[in-house]
């Protein structure tokens, strides 16, 4: 076995908090919302964000945002406290009861990476953050021409700030 290398089995065989599947201690693998179990959490994510007016418009998320210019939003299950990004809880959150399988990326069809509006199976027009694998980010990251590196990530997060601070009080 090579040095530092954990297999996924192993990973998986400390159990995560409830309603969480996890990889090690930071990817989440499956994430679970029950709206009765995790009301007070659903309320709190909701309070954190700006919707427009129109049916399409953003919903921008107005709490923490992460070096690499992502919301963050802190959960509390089974007594621990887990990092996620606000676009992965937003699509849980849509799935009414239903988990976010591993493997499922919440991808961001508008771009804006402030944006938490789930665009449901179906919907035409701008799309916004949606169920995909990681081949459909990387192709869709390819097609907008999402600058890598350093330069990129500063930039988005500078993005994300000047969004959540334009709609910060609503």
Known sequence: MQ????????????????????LGRSQPLRLVLDSRVHGEELARF??????????NDWAIWRAA??????????????????MLRANRYALVAALDGQPLESGVRAL?????????????????????????????NM??????????G???VLARRARTVALREAVRHG
Request: net charge positive; proline share 7%; glycine share 16%.
């Open 65 to 82: 945002v992460g070096a690499e210019g992502y919301g963050r939003f802190l959960v509390r299950r089974a007594g621990q406290r887990m």
């Open 150 to 152: 350093a330069n990129g």
């Open 108 to 136: 961001r069809g508008c771009n804006n990476p402030a944006c938490v509006r789930v665009s449901l199976a179906g919907e035409m027009g701008l799309l916004h953050v949606l169920p995909g694998t990681q081949r459909d």
């Open 46 to 55: 909701e309070a954190s964000e700006v919707r427009g007016p129109g049916a």
């Open 3 to 22: 040095r530092g290398w954990v297999s996924k089995a192993a990973k998986r065989a400390a159990p995560g908090p409830e309603g969480v599947e996890t």
């Open 139 to 148: 192709l869709m990251m390819g097609r907008v021409a999402v600058r890598p």
